[in-house]
């Protein structure tokens, strides 16, 4: 089943799984720390328990159970048997450039653009690049229009319902 001579056959999901549980669990951990030390607001005499930081901790909590459920399946399923490994190179390096491009968001664009802009050519970028390698040369420019496309709309659309419904003061 599996051709992988390190890892007995049914591992590789289950470490998989592992891996992301692990993931999971530290960031629904940090979400609920994050939720918990947002500013209370209570110089607005807002209710207890409609503080900003309730949805973040509520969240994080749901997703911190959740990774210890799927961690607990990886482990029935033999996800500690065997060592970890990465998978494919190219894989690593997909998820590299998936990673760069998130924290270049945050860190080197919001700020720089405004924020419609910022998230369009997020989208943009991240969107062509994952479907420039995954179309033959010929569509090529379709998947680049299409890229351009959904970025705009997607940065314009979010730029509105977060300041204009939601009334959330964006950078």
């Known amino acids: 089943m599996s051709a992988d001579p390190v890892s007995p056959a049914g591992t590789k999901p289950a470490r998989a799984d592992l891996f992301t549980g692990v993931l999971f669990l530290a960031l629904g951990l940090a979400m609920l720390y994050g939720g918990y030390t947002m500013d209370r607001l209570t110089i607005r005499q807002i209710h207890p328990m409609s503080f900003p930081g309730m949805v973040p901790m509520a969240l994080g909590a749901a997703l911190a159970i959740c990774a210890l459920v799927l961690m607990q399946g990886a ?3 033999g996800g ?3 060592g970890f490994h990465f998978g494919h190179p190219s894989g690593l390096a997909r998820l590299a ?3 760069g491009l998130c924290l270049a968001y945050p ?3 919001i700020g720089l ?3 419609w802009l910022a998230t369009a050519l997020f989208v943009t970028v991240f969107i062509a ?3 420039w390698t995954a179309r033959p040369p010929a569509r090529h420019a379709i998947a680049l229009a299409t890229a351009l496309l959904q970025g705009v709309l997607i940065g314009v ?3 509105y319902v977060f300041s204009e419904l939601f009334l959330v003061r964006l950078p």
Do not use: D, G, Q, Y
Request: glycine letters at 0%.
């Open 75 to 77: 482990i029935r399923s």
């Open 157 to 159: 659309v979010i730029a």
């Open 80 to 82: 500690l048997r065997a």
């Open 113 to 115: 653009l405004p924020f």
């Open 107 to 109: 860190l080197v664009l």
């Open 97 to 99: 450039i998936a990673l």
């Open 129 to 131: 690049f994952f479907e």
